[in-house]
């Protein structure tokens, strides 16, 4: 996914000025896939749960990484392979690598999947 004008939105939506004045340290949840997809996903809003969403974190930022339910759900569903999704490991076990194999899965799949808010908060569900 390399686009240029979505890098550069993605760099304004990191400088969300009322994240900045709210004191979230939480990073934005941005999106991942191929453009003009098969198939987008919009999700309404992310979790503190998402690994990506940790300040620390240093890779490509979509939903759901780190919670490998939502990903049996997609290959339930026939959106991606069911090997990938199986594979995955608990959270306290997800390494980056769980997450590059998502991002083939998501390109290969022809997939784009974001969410309608891009802050992260503490509190969301």
């Known amino acids: 996914m390399k686009n240029e004008k979505l890098g550069k939105l993605y760099k304004r ?3 969300c000025k009322f994240c ?3 004191g979230n340290n939480l990073q934005h949840i941005h999106g991942y896939g191929v453009m003009n997809p098969k198939l987008m996903l919009v999700l309404v809003n992310p979790t503190y749960r998402n690994l990506s969403s940790d300040p620390e974190y240093k890779s ?3 939903p759901f990484i780190g919670v490998r ?4 759900v997609l290959a339930g569903g026939g959106l991606i392979s069911k ?3 199986y594979d995955l490991p608990l959270r ?3 390494k980056r690598g769980h997450t590059e194999k ?3 899965e998501l390109l290969k799949n022809k ?3 974001t969410n309608m808010v891009k802050c992260c908060y503490d509190h969301s569900a």
């Open 111 to 113: 997939l784009f999947l």
């Open 60 to 62: 490509a930022r979509f």
């Open 13 to 15: 939506v990191d400088h």
């Open 20 to 22: 900045k004045t709210a």
């Open 92 to 94: 306290s076990n997800w």
């Open 83 to 85: 090997t990938a999704a």
């Open 69 to 72: 339910q939502f990903w049996k």
């Open 102 to 104: 998502l991002q083939r």
